[in-house]
């Protein structure tokens, strides 16, 4: 299994952003965690290499209908955590 840490700048707090993420994470069988930080969300994305991409393409595509991402930043990361799902924090 991979990490990813994941942080999407733009429009992405208070429109359902974090919301759609933990659809997504779902639909893509991915652990891990996603949370409002300052002005961006961050993610760290616990899966195999086929699912984690696609989930941070869906992500970074723009989650929620009334997003609008800007850029993101997307690096391997290994956190210490044991994640049994995937949840907005």
């Known amino acids: 299994m991979k990490q990813k840490h994941l942080q ?3 429009t ?3 429109v359902g952003f974090r919301y759609y993420t933990q659809r ?3 639909k893509y069988n991915i652990l891990g965690t996603v949370q409002n930080v300052d002005d961006y969300v ?3 994305a616990i899966g195999n290499d ?3 991409e696609q989930f941070v393409n869906a992500v970074t595509e723009g989650a929620s209908p009334a997003s609008h991402v800007t850029h993101y930043e997307l690096e391997d990361t290994n956190v210490s955590e044991d994640f049994s799902d995937f949840k907005s924090i």
């Open 42 to 44: 961050e993610i760290y």
């Open 12 to 14: 992405v707090q208070g």
């Open 24 to 26: 997504l994470a779902n």
């Open 50 to 52: 086929d699912d984690l």
């Open 8 to 10: 999407v700048f733009g």
